[in-house]
């Protein structure tokens, strides 16, 4: 799967959720996000920072080292929790990158 590019700090930027992201958001937040029953805003900037910074990787097996933090995406993101806003977007690319219950996984899978 690609990134998806989302408009957040001023500028287009690409939003991507390989394994490494979703293990750095686990880390981020101190728990499986998966079985959470609800989505907490600590949750939605771990997501943002992760799928904004493993949108930049290159499949290079090297770790991004994007221009922003935390504390910049949190800004970014702001307080609100719509779906049409700036983290439900990224939500939605989250999504789009996750298996899904009836998905068959292909050979290489």
Same mark, same amino acid.
């Given at each position: 799967?690609?990134?998806?590019?989302?408009?957040?700090?001023?500028?287009?930027?690409?939003?991507?959720?390989?394994?490494?992201?979703?293990?750095?958001?686990?880390?981020?937040?101190?728990?499986?996000?998966? %079985?959470?029953?609800? &989505? !907490?805003?600590?949750?939605?900037?771990?997501?943002?920072?992760?799928?904004? #910074?493993?949108?930049?990787? @290159?499949?290079?097996?090297?770790?991004?080292?994007?221009?922003?933090?935390?504390?910049?995406?949190?800004?970014?993101?702001?307080?609100?929790? %719509?779906?049409?806003? &700036? !983290?439900?977007?990224?939500?939605?690319?989250?999504?789009?990158?996750?298996? #899904?219950?009836?998905?068959? @996984?292909?050979?290489?899978?």
């Amino acid at each position: 799967m690609t990134a998806k590019n989302i408009e957040i700090g001023g500028q287009s930027r690409p939003v991507a959720f390989p394994a490494p992201a979703l293990r750095e958001i686990e880390r981020m937040i101190g728990t499986d996000f998966l %079985r959470a029953s609800y &989505i !907490s805003y600590e949750f939605r900037i771990a997501m943002a920072y992760c799928g904004l #910074k493993w949108g930049l990787y @290159k499949g290079d097996g090297k770790e991004p080292k994007p221009e922003f933090n935390e504390l910049i995406v949190a800004d970014w993101v702001g307080n609100d929790m %719509r779906d049409e806003s &700036i !983290s439900g977007q990224i939500l939605q690319v989250l999504n789009d990158w996750l298996p #899904k219950a009836n998905e068959k @996984k292909d050979d290489a899978g």
